[in-house]
Antibody, heavy 123, light 107 residues
Framework: QVQLQESGPGLVKPSQTLSLTCTVS??????????WSWIRQHPGKGLEWIGY???????YYNPSLDSRVTISVDTSKNQFSLKLNSVTAADTAVYYC???????????????WGQGPLVTVSS | DIQMTQSPSSLSASVGDRVTITCRAS??????LGWYQQKPGKAPKRLIY???SLQSGVPSRFSGSGSGTDFTLTISSLQPEDFATYYC?????????FGQGTKVEIK
């Protein structure tokens, strides 16, 4: 059974760095088939795709966050991480880690997600 | 970025009702669209891919249609377990973007 579990502080001060780690069990983060992603959901709002990392280290970041975000992978620990710099109250959200891959017809599927902790930015 | 405009933002319906949710893309996305269901406190789950293909294990009362810019998710006969929030997701071009969501509530 594939499971993803986020960990990290639930409260971050403005201007500091939000850091979250996603630990993957039941699957190898080095799988050539899978991509590892971060998605956030502002309170009462829709979903925003932050970006993804592939086991090789290649990444894609949403341009709306590109200058502030870094996603990294640690294959030895089967983990990947999110860092978001210079946070403000607007970064308060539920942060999900999720796996996606492409089905036989080439369509992406976010098939496993973490529980999604709420991260609050406040002094 | 491609903007996905989803409507309505919420609706109230009764068990057995037919429910239709629409998503409009700001530019053509072929059929590069999926529909996801999210229940309170849970992560989203894909229902439909390629705009109209049913995900394995999803009840046949769910269906999707559309291509280009206009898409529809239909629940033919609403069941108690279908009360949730529904999102469309376009993956035609980066960054992939979600609709704002439609909350389906009990009437």
């Amino acid at each position: 059974q594939v499971q993803l579990q986020e960990s990290g502080p639930g409260l971050v001060k403005p201007s500091q760095t939000l850091s979250l780690t996603c630990t993957v069990s039941g699957a190898s983060i080095s799988s050539a088939r899978d991509y590892w992603s971060w998605i956030r959901q502002h309170p009462g709002k829709g979903l925003e795709w932050i970006g993804y990392i592939y086991y090789s280290g290649s990444t894609y970041y949403n341009p709306s966050l590109d200058s502030r975000v870094t996603i990294s992978v640690d294959t030895s620990k089967n983990q990947f991480s999110l860092k978001l710099n210079s946070v403000t109250a607007a970064d308060t959200a539920v942060y999900y880690c999720a796996r996606f891959n492409f089905d036989s017809r080439g369509y992406p599927n976010f098939d496993y997600w973490g529980q999604g902790p709420l991260v609050t930015v406040s002094s | 970025d491609i903007q996905m405009t989803q409507s309505p933002s919420s609706l109230s319906a009764s068990v057995g009702d037919r429910v239709t949710i629409t998503c409009r893309a700001s530019q053509g996305i072929r059929n590069d669209l999926g529909w996801y269901q999210q229940k309170p406190g849970k992560a989203p789950k894909r229902l439909i891919y390629a705009a109209s293909s049913l995900q394995s294990g999803v009840p046949s009362r769910f269906s999707g249609s559309g291509s280009g810019t206009d898409f529809t998710l239909t629940i033919s006969s609403l069941q108690p377990e279908d009360f949730a929030t529904y999102y469309c997701l376009q993956h035609n071009s980066y960054p992939w973007t979600f609709g704002q969501g439609t909350k389906v509530e009990i009437k």
